[in-house]
C-alpha cells in the first residue's frame, strides 16, 4: 500500500506510527504542503488521489486502486485488517477511552492548527495565529491530561499503546513547537518518553520522513 | 444507561440517533448549555460528570458507573456492544468509507462551531461569528457532498444507514440555521429526506427532546 504523507503533518505522523506499530510495509509519497502553494492543490493529486487536498490518504492496491482519508478511519480500517498488535485495549470501556482520548486530539486540538484554519485566523480576522495556536493547544492537552489519568499505565490506557498514544506524540511535538509550557502535563510527558523509546514510534518522527528538509 | 445531553447539541444529537436506530433504551439527562452561563460549568457537573464540561456523555450503569464521552468513541462503543442493528457496513473498504466522512463532520465541521471557540472568534479576535460559521460548514460540507459521490446509494453509503449518515443531520440543520445555501449539496439533501424518513432518525431530532422550549 502507499501512503501520502508529508513529514511535519501531525496527522500524516498518526498513521506512520500505526502502520510501523504493526508492522506493515508501505510505499512512502511525500506531498509538499508548502512548496509552490502546496502539491495538495496540483491537479494530478486533486484529481487522482483526494479531492479535498489533504494527507494522509491511505492507497490500497487494486484495479482500480481504493483510497481513505482521514487519519482515525485509516487507523481503524488497519486495527481490522491488522488486528496484531492491537493499538485498541480488549476491554470494550477502555476501547471507547482509548477512542475517546483520539478524539480529543483529532478533534478538539488539530482542527485548529491546520493549515486553512490558519490561514482565515490570520488573513480573513487579522488575528495573532500563534496566540491561537497555543490556546487551542493548551486547552486540548489540559483535556487530555485529566481524561488520561483516570486510565494511565505506562502508556495512556494502560500498559501497552493506543491509539491514544498515536495521537498524542504529534500534539506534544507541536506544543514545543509553539512554545506551549508542558508543566501542567506531567501524565502526557511521562507517555510520550515510553512511547519514544519504542521502534515504531521513533521512526515515524517527521525529522526521520524521506522529504524531511536536510539537516532538519 | 444515560445520556447526558442538550437538544441543540449536534454531538449529543447523534449519539441520540445512534441509541434510537439500535432500540437502546436509555434515560436523558439535560444539561442546558446556556442557562446561567451554562450547567456543564457547574461543579457537580465538573466532578461528577465530564471534568471537560461537555456533552454528550453516556453513563454505563455499574458501581461506580463508568463513562464515555466524545461522540465518534460512544458510537464505536454502542456498534461493538449492540451490533445490529449496524452503523457500519459489513465490507472493509466502505466501512473505512463511512468513518472518514462521519470525520469529515466531527474534524471538519463541528469543532468551529461550538461554544468555546465561537466565544474566542467573538470576543478575542473580535470576528465575524456568523462569516466564520459559514465559511467552515460551507467547505466542510463541499468535502462530504465530493466524497459521498463515490459511495452513495440511499444513504451516504450504499443502501443502509451509516455513523457518516448519523454525522450529516445535524450537520445540514445547522446549515439551516446559519443560511448557508444548500444548492451545491444535492446527494446530502437527497440522503437527508431519506434518513429522516426513519423514525429513529427523526425521534432525536432537537425539537422533540424533552429540553427543547416550548413551541420551539
Known amino acids: 500500500m502507499k501512503l501520502y504523507s508529508y513529514w511535519r503533518s501531525s496527522a500524516s505522523w498518526r498513521v506512520r506510527i500505526a502502520l510501523g506499530y504493526k508492522g506493515i510495509p508501505y510505499e512512502y509519497r511525500a506531498v509538499n504542503l508548502v512548496r509552490e502553494g502546496g502539491e495538495q492543490y496540483a491537479p494530478t493529486y486533486v484529481a487522482e488521489v483526494n479531492p479535498l487536498s489533504q494527507v494522509p490518504v491511505l492507497e490500497l492496491e487494486g484495479s482500480p486502486p ?49 493549515t486553512p484554519t490558519l490561514g482565515y485566523v490570520r488573513n480573513v480576522l487579522r488575528g495573532d495565529e500563534k496566540a491561537w495556536l497555543r490556546h487551542f493547544l493548551d486547552r486540548g492537552l489540559r483535556a487530555l491530561e485529566r481524561t488520561a489519568r483516570e486510565t494511565a499505565g505506562t502508556f ?13 506524540i504529534p500534539q506534544l511535538w507541536s506544543a514545543r513547537r509553539f512554545e506551549v509550557p508542558l ?34
Open 156 to 168: 495512556l490506557v494502560g500498559g501497552h499503546p493506543t491509539v491514544a498514544d498515536v495521537c498524542l
Open 66 to 114: 481504493r483510497r481513505i482519508a482521514q487519519s482515525l478511519a485509516i487507523i481503524e480500517y488497519l486495527e481490522e485488517r491488522y488486528p496484531e498488535p492491537p493499538l485498541l485495549p480488549s476491554d470494550p470501556w477502555l476501547r471507547a477511552r482509548a477512542r475517546q482520548l483520539a478524539e480529543i486530539a483529532n478533534a478538539g486540538i488539530q482542527p485548529f492548527q491546520n
Open 183 to 216: 508543566d501542567p502535563f506531567a501524565t502526557l510527558v511521562r507517555v510520550e518518553a515510553a512511547c519514544n523509546a519504542l521502534p515504531a514510534f521513533a521512526a515515524a518522527h517527521p525529522d526521520r520522513q524521506p522529504d524531511a528538509p536536510k539537516g532538519s
